[in-house]
C-alpha cells in the first residue's frame, strides 16, 4: 500500500484502515496514492499532485481541476463537475474508463466501504485497453454472399498484429474495410476512439492509416529514389509541389534519403524500380508507405512470391518500422507470423475463429483443423 500518502484532517490512519478492509480486487496506485478529500463518510483517492493535496483543496475543486484537464471527457465544465459530485455524494457503487488527453486510459471504481463510507480508485489500465484501431461487428456481404461476419477486430497500439486463415476466409475485405477502399454493409471501425465508418479513403490515409501492397504505390519508370520523393510529395502539399521554395525541397531530398536508408536501398537509389529485384521492389513499397508517415501500417501479405534470404530481409524491416508505430498484417507465411506478432486473429469464412499469441493460436484445435481443411481441399 502507498507509503507517501498525505492527508486532511489527520485522517490517514482512519483512510489506511478503510484501505486494508477493500476487497482485493480493487487497485489503488500504489507510489502516486494520495488522499485528497475527506468529508466524513467519502475517501477520494487519485494519482494527484503532492501539493494539491497538501493545500487541502475541497473535493469539488479537485472535481474541476480534473473536468478542466478534460479527465471526464468533452462539456460543459460546470455540468461535469456536479454530475461528479453528485456521484460521489450519492456514494453509488460506480465503474467508468476515462481517457485522458494524454491518452492515458484510467478506471474509475467507486465502492462502498465495508465499514461505512466510499471510496474511489483511480487505475491506470492504459496497458490493457490501447486499442488504436477496432471494428464492431463489422461485415461485408457481396450480392447475398457474407465475406466478412460480425467481425470485432481489436488492434492494440504499438503492436505487430496479424490475421491469418484459409484462402478466402476474408482477411483482404477485411483491409478493404478498415481503408474504406470497400463500404461495409454493416458494423462500425473506430481509430483512435472516432468513428471512421463513413471517412473516405483519402482521409483515413492522411489520418494515418495507410496500406501497402497488392495495391502498389510504386512507379515502375521512375527511379527509386524519385518514387520516394513522389510519396513524401504526396504527403505534404499533395499534387502543387511545383511552386515551392527550393529550400522545402531539399527538406524532401534528406528525408527521401533517410527512408532509402532506412529500408536499405541507398544503394538502389539510382535504379528504375522496374529493375529492382522482387524482394527490394517491396522494401521500396514499404518505404513509400512510410512516407505517409503512417501510425497504422497495413501489409497485405508482406513476403508472398520471396525467397528465403528476401523474406529474412522483410521481416527484420518489418520489425523495425513496427517500432513507433501499429501493424495489421495479414500473411500465410506462419513461420513469419510466429516471428513478428505480438497477436494473432484467425479468419475462417468470414468470421473469427480464434485470437491470441501464435503459441495459443497454434494449439488451439479449431485452428489446426481449419488449416488442415484446406490443406485438404
Ligand atoms: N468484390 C467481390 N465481389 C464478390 N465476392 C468477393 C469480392 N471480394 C471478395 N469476395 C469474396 O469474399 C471472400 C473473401 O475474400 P478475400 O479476398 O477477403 O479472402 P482472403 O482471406 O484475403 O483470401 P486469400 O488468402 O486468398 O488472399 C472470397 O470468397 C471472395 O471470393
Ligand atoms: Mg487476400
Keep these: 500500500m502507498a507509503s507517501h500518502t498525505t492527508g486532511e484532517n489527520g485522517q490517514l490512519e482512519a483512510l489506511q484502515a478503510a484501505l486494508e478492509q477493500l476487497d482485493q480486487g480493487i487497485t489503488v496506485f500504489d507510489r502516486e496514492l494520495r488522499l485528497v478529500g475527506w468529508n466524513q463518510r467519502f475517501f477520494e483517492l487519485l494519482e494527484f499532485p503532492q501539493r494539491l493535496a497538501q493545500t487541502g483543496t475541497h473535493f469539488s475543486e479537485f472535481m474541476r481541476h480534473n473536468a478542466e484537464r478534460g479527465e471526464y471527457g468533452d462539456g460543459d465544465v ?15 457503487p460506480h465503474y467508468l474508463e476515462r481517457v485522458r488527453p494524454n491518452g492515458a486510459v484510467i478506471a474509475v471504481k467507486g465502492e462502498p466501504l465495508p465499514g461505512g463510507g466510499f ?30 461476419r460480425n467481425v470485432n477486430l481489436k488492434v492494440r497500439k504499438g503492436t505487430i498484429h496479424a490475421m ?43 489520418m494515418g492509416i495507410v496500406r501497402s501492397f497488392q495495391i502498389s504505390s510504386v512507379f515502375p519508370h521512375l ?24 529550400r522545402e525541397l ?10 532509402l536508408f532506412e529500408v536499405g536501398l541507398e544503394d538502389y537509389a539510382e535504379l528504375m524500380a522496374v529493375e529492382l529485384p522482387y524482394g527490394r521492389k517491396r522494401a521500396l513499397e514499404i518505404a513509400t508507405t512510410l512516407a505517409l508517415d503512417p501510425e497504422v501500417m497495413l501489409l497485405d501479405e508482406p513476403t508472398q512470391g520471396m525467397g528465403h534470404e528476401d523474406i529474412g530481409r522483410i521481416t527484420d524491416l518489418i520489425r523495425k518500422v513496427a517500432q513507433n508505430r501499429t501493424i495489421l498484417m495479414v500473411e500465410h507465411n506462419l513461420s513469419v507470423v510466429a516471428n513478428l506478432s505480438q497477436w494473432i486473429t484467425v479468419l475462417q469464412r468470414g468470421e473469427i475463429l480464434a485470437e491470441g499469441t ?12 481449419a488449416y488442415m481443411g484446406s490443406a485438404h481441399a
Excluded: C, H, M
Aim: glycine residues 8%; aromatic residues 8%.
Design 358 to 369: 501464435y503459441g495459443e493460436v497454434s494449439r488451439n484445435p479449431d485452428v489446426i483443423e
Design 119 to 148: 471510496v474511489t480508485t483511480y487505475t491506470d489500465i492504459t496497458k490493457d485497453r490501447r486499442y488504436i484501431l477496432e471494428t464492431d461487428g463489422l461485415t461485408k456481404e457481396f450480392k447475398g454472399f457474407v465475406a466478412v
Design 250 to 259: 531539399d527538406g524532401l531530398n534528406d528525408e527521401a534519403e533517410k527512408l
Design 164 to 206: 491469418i486463415g484459409p484462402n478466402g476466409a476474408g482477411k483482404t475485405t477485411v483491409f478493404n474495410l478498415l481503408t474504406r477502399f470497400l463500404p461495409v454493409s454493416s458494423g462500425s471501425i473506430r481509430f483512435k476512439g472516432k468513428d471512421i465508418t463513413q471517412t473516405g479513403a483519402d482521409a483515413i490515409a492522411r
Design 78 to 92: 460546470d455540468a461535469l463537475v456536479s454530475e461528479r459530485v453528485e456521484i460521489a455524494r450519492s456514494f453509488r
Design 223 to 246: 527511379s527509386v529514389r524519385e518514387n520516394v520523393r513522389v510519396a513524401l510529395q504526396r504527403k505534404y502539399g499533395r499534387d502543387s509541389q511545383f511552386w515551392r521554395p527550393a
